[in-house]
């Protein structure tokens, strides 16, 4: 299963899972998972994948360049 890091409320994790927000236990995410990446669940465990991640930061900085050319 794939998702979006949406935010962090104390000890809950909000993540998006196609197109819907769920709140997961922050217990069962992994240490250095920030706000907008993208994650995986990994044997019970929500992990950071660096490689989509990546992808979708260039993504977004893509479009914001776009938006902001003079």
Do not use: A, P, Y
């Not at 240490?31 to 660096?50: H, I, M, Q, T």
């Amino acid at each position: 299963m794939k998702g979006i890091v949406d935010r962090f409320e104390n000890d809950i994790v909000v993540i998006e899972i196609r197109g819907q927000t769920e709140d997961v236990s922050k217990d069962i995410v992994h240490d250095n998972v920030r706000e907008g990446d993208v994650v995986l669940l990994v044997n019970g465990k929500w992990v950071r994948d660096e490689e989509e991640t990546k992808k979708r930061e260039r993504e977004i900085q893509t479009l914001m360049d776009d938006v902001w050319e003079d």
